[in-house]
């Protein structure tokens, strides 16, 4: 079912300036202009992340929605998918972020500004308690997963969402520095666009 709602999550330390973010924004205006695009900027702790996102879909129809996530923000597109029902496109989703985000508590930076804001130690029991079991479903799922990823095992992230739809591509990086060729295969699994 082609979704009217669609909800675009970034990852850590990113934003909806990232490259990902704003070449989707860009396809919706050009080509579904009809379609509801929502893609917030997260705040770090992640309790406050999922709760501001279920309250902003809470009117959205479960049947007709659809969520994008990169890297942390895949994790908490999963979250989402497996709360909600609803179809998920992950792009090298980050596995296990109580794990790999525990040495980055502190103060650090954002990536598209000099934004600084602190990354506290029970924002990594946040993403404990919320991390979601084996998967309802993993036909809802499409991963684009690079084997290039310098940040995340692209291992792991195709052992997690085996039974989904998984797009394993050859080298490439952990930003995806090739999304442009991957996006028409998120689109047609997400119903907006032709087969590639």
Not at 112 to 130: A, G, T
């Amino acid at each position: 079912m082609t979704p009217t709602h669609l909800l675009y999550l970034h990852g850590f330390r990113s934003s909806p300036q990232s490259a990902k973010a704003t070449r989707m924004a860009a396809w919706v205006r050009e080509h579904a202009p009809r379609l509801t695009w929502w893609c917030p900027q997260l705040p770090p702790s992640p309790h406050e992340a999922v709760r501001m996102l279920e309250h902003g879909v809470s009117r959205w129809p479960r049947e007709r929605m659809a969520v994008v996530g990169s890297s942390l923000g895949g994790f908490y597109a999963t979250v989402m998918a497996e709360r909600l029902g609803c179809k998920a496109v992950l792009l090298n989703p980050a596995v296990d972020p109580a794990r790999d985000l525990a040495r980055h508590i502190g103060e650090t930076t954002a990536w598209h500004s000099d934004d600084r804001f602190f990354f506290r130690p029970e924002y990594v029991d946040e993403l404990r308690d919320m991390t979601p079991g084996r998967l309802a479903d993993p036909t809802r799922y499409f991963a684009v997963i690079a084997t290039g990823d310098e940040v995340l095992s692209w291992r792991e992230m195709s052992e997690r969402y085996r039974g989904g739809h998984l797009r394993i591509v050859e080298g490439s990086d952990h930003a995806l520095s090739d999304f442009d060729e991957h996006l028409p295969h998120l689109l047609h699994f997400l119903e907006l666009g032709p087969s590639p």
